[in-house]
């Protein structure tokens, strides 16, 4: 009987030994580790969509482009109301009218957002008569680095008057 109670007690030593160790262990266990993404693999929230005013194309939901559908020009000068870059962007904008036949009669320099050109004063001369497919083409550029982004070509009618 004396083995047999030895070895019980061996156990129970043992298996106090064990339950003492993992309440140890488990009161300085240190809390494993979060992991955090590094910042390039952070993706930001889309900004919410703002619904366009009517003569605005917006492009990729960020860049508002004045829409319009005809032009005329009178004694070479473009009134030009409406063309220019909306104060709601956050870039530059220049503007250039292409003629159907590829030839650009206008280029504008760089406008800031909220600045918008009055009139157009064509470089080239153009007979009198309605132009159709002339192209407004947008350029967009970073404010901070000018490097390209996305534009537009609008498509127009211009009437020259005589």
């Given at each position: 009987m004396s083995v047999?109670?030895?070895a019980i007690c061996m156990v129970a030593f043992a298996l106090s030994a064990v339950a003492i160790g993992y309440s140890y262990g488990a009161a300085n266990a240190q809390p494993a580790p979060i992991p955090v993404a590094p910042v390039n693999q952070v993706t930001r929230t889309p900004e919410p969509e703002v619904e366009p005013e009517p003569e605005e194309i917006l492009i990729d939901g960020y860049i508002a482009i004045p829409g319009f559908e005809r032009l005329t020009a009178d004694k070479g000068v473009?009134?030009?109301?409406?063309?220019?870059?909306?104060?709601?962007?956050d870039c530059y904008i220049i503007v250039s009218i292409i003629m159907p036949d590829g030839q650009e009669v206008y280029h504008s320099g760089i406008l800031a957002p909220g600045q918008m050109?009055?009139?157009?004063?064509?470089?080239?001369?153009?007979?009198?008569?309605?132009?159709?497919?002339?192209?407004?083409?947008?350029?967009c550029y970073a404010i901070d680095t000018m490097q390209p982004l996305n534009g537009a070509d609008i498509n127009f009618t211009l009437e020259v008057l005589p």
């Amino acid at each position: 009987m004396s083995v047999i109670t030895l070895a019980i007690c061996m156990v129970a030593f043992a298996l106090s030994a064990v339950a003492i160790g993992y309440s140890y262990g488990a009161a300085n266990a240190q809390p494993a580790p979060i992991p955090v993404a590094p910042v390039n693999q952070v993706t930001r929230t889309p900004e919410p969509e703002v619904e366009p005013e009517p003569e605005e194309i917006l492009i990729d939901g960020y860049i508002a482009i004045p829409g319009f559908e005809r032009l005329t020009a009178d004694k070479g000068v473009i009134n030009s109301s409406g063309i220019g870059n909306p104060a709601k962007n956050d870039c530059y904008i220049i503007v250039s009218i292409i003629m159907p036949d590829g030839q650009e009669v206008y280029h504008s320099g760089i406008l800031a957002p909220g600045q918008m050109l009055d009139t157009i004063t064509l470089g080239f001369h153009l007979d009198p008569g309605i132009y159709d497919e002339v192209i407004a083409r947008y350029s967009c550029y970073a404010i901070d680095t000018m490097q390209p982004l996305n534009g537009a070509d609008i498509n127009f009618t211009l009437e020259v008057l005589p």
